[in-house]
């Protein structure tokens, strides 16, 4: 069939017609990734939480302008900018106790998010056809992974959640011939702040990031915890607060939970343990049961609670200033834990039963309450 020249001329036309509307997308898209993808430029107000909408707050587009870097987003110039989401933006959380402002904890009062280099890790990796890791130079390491609002109410939680328990003496020990003698005087010359409760996983996830409790529940008592993990929570909420926490010694919490009486019980058993008779095998939420007379909760059962004592299979030899009792040649194999579990029975819930475990067991029925030094 012979092809007339009007036929060849609609095809040369449709041809470049078709040229030029792939020439057009071609330099549509280009102009899209040198824009960040055509998303609307993000006005940052000091007061509103707002992330970068075009790098989603990471600082990066996933542009490459080679085989192996990253763009920085033009948007934000790299930043990723959104306010702390702990606080709004806010320099410093609006709560006071002591006279004194809180400050927040991970972006230490300057409103900024997770470091968007990093994207909080602390370290970047340099890929040059074989891979370098290096201590993030942005954030220097920290990170700065920004807690959530429920993470700093908990960690709120924890100041407003302390008992002041006045300097006093009391008689340590009831007789128990396995480890509880002799009964001795002791006197706890400082005051100090106990905690009203066990601490939850609430409080523990937000200083140390994790859960590793059996029994989930925010307001669960955290278990599963090694003496030197309880140590090194201690250590970081500390820092974070700039007060000192610390466990409590083996005088000081047997006198917390006396509050003054002499008997096997700071009361009545069942009304404010939960034990092996009434926990149904498991942890409960703190606080449900009656306090002692000092307003604590839970020191009969729940969880056993750690102390920062060694331990000694009796009293001979033990400080009688409410003192640790710690073997200053060398730290003993076991360290002392109080008050019983939920797997306890009514022998093992005395206020004056004192078993030892090493310091780096994790069992499900293993807690521990703060105590904070009073200033």
């Keep these: 069939m012979a092809i007339r020249k009007t036929d060849l001329v609609v095809l040369a036309g449709f041809l470049l017609l078709l040229s030029c509307l792939l020439a057009l997308s071609t330099s549509t898209n280009a102009q899209k990734r040198r824009t960040g993808g055509g998303a609307p430029r993000a006005t940052q107000s000091p007061t509103e939480f707002k ?49 004194r402002r809180f400050i927040c904890p991970k972006c230490n009062g300057n409103g900024r998010v997770r470091c968007p280099v990093c994207y909080g890790s602390g370290v970047r990796s340099v890929d040059r056809g074989y891979e370098v890791t290096k201590v993030c130079y942005n954030c220097k390491g920290s990170g700065r992974v920004a807690l959530t609002r429920e993470e700093i109410r908990a960690l709120l939680e924890i100041e407003r959640e302390l008992v002041l328990i006045k300097s006093g003496a009391f008689q340590m ?125 839970d020191m009969h059962g729940n969880v056993w609670e750690w102390c920062e004592d060694d331990w000694h299979n009796s009293y001979n030899g033990a400080p009688n200033d ?18 019983g579990s939920w797997g306890s029975n009514a022998v093992r819930s005395r206020s004056a039963y004192r078993p030892g475990n090493t310091p780096g067991a994790r069992v499900n029925y293993l807690g521990f309450r703060l105590l904070r030094t009073y200033r």
Excluded at 69 to 94: F, I, M, Q, S, Y
Excluded at 179 to 199: L, Q, S
Excluded at 258 to 281: F, H, I, P, V
Aim: net charge negative; proline share 5%; charged share 25%.
């Design 322 to 339: 409410g003192r640790a009792w710690v073997d200053i040649s060398a730290r003993g194999s076991y360290r002392v834990a109080r008050g």
């Design 173 to 297: 020990g009831d007789g128990d011939p396995i480890n509880t003698v002799p009964v001795h005087r002791v006197d706890i010359e400082k005051p100090f702040y106990m905690g009203k409760y066990e601490v939850t996983q609430a409080q523990w996830r937000a200083v140390m990031g994790s859960n590793p409790s059996q029994f989930k529940g925010d307001d669960l008592p955290v278990e599963n915890v090694s003496w030197n993990d309880a140590k090194e929570f201690c250590r970081k909420l500390s820092q974070m607060t700039g007060r000192e926490y610390r466990l409590p010694t083996e005088a000081e919490w047997e006198y917390a939970c006396r509050a003054g009486t002499t008997g096997a019980y700071a009361g009545d058993l069942d009304a404010m343990a939960w034990y092996d008779k009434n926990s149904g095998g498991k942890t409960h939420p703190v606080g449900q049961k009656q306090p002692n007379a000092f307003g604590l909760y």
């Design 51 to 99: 992330t970068c909408p075009v790098c989603n707050g990471s600082g990066k587009t996933h542009e490459h302008v080679d085989k192996y870097e990253e763009v920085r987003c033009n948007n934000c110039a790299g930043k990723g900018e959104t306010l702390c989401e702990n606080t709004a933006g806010w320099p410093h959380r609006d709560e006071y106790w002591d006279g």
